[in-house]
């Protein structure tokens, strides 16, 4: 799908997928989170690789794109919180790095698609 095609009722219906999606696995992960640190260092990597990506589209089109205040702000200070609180660095972040950069990639693309299907109907 060509990025020119995507509306702002696309995007605020993907955007609100993302969401919704990382909600869930928040409470997902909240109810024992001694088992499941693996995923919440996982969706924080994957938050931090979409906003790398939303950085990276400012930088190529030379101004403001949606959600990079938000990475800048927001996720980036986060992410360095939770990685420094439980003490992950050298080669274990870079593997949740490099899973997180795999994984945003077909969620961003899926949730476009399912707000593009939605707002065709």
């Not at 696309?10 to 909240?30: A, K, M, N, P, R």
């Amino acid at each position: 799908m060509p990025v020119d095609r995507i509306n702002t009722r696309t995007f605020t219906i993907s955007v609100g997928i993302i969401f919704l999606l990382i909600l869930t696995l928040c409470f997902y992960i909240t109810k024992n989170l001694g088992e499941r640190r693996p995923i919440f260092r996982l969706l924080t990597a994957v938050l931090v690789m979409n906003g790398l990506t939303h950085v990276l589209q400012a930088i190529y089109f030379t101004g403001y794109t949606p959600g990079v205040v938000t990475s800048v702000l927001l996720i980036f200070p986060y992410a360095y919180f939770v990685w420094k609180n439980n003490s992950i660095k050298g080669w274990i972040l870079a593997k949740y790095l490099a899973a997180g950069f795999i994984i945003q990639i077909p969620l961003a693309l899926g949730a476009v698609i399912a707000g593009t299907l939605i707002f065709q109907s």
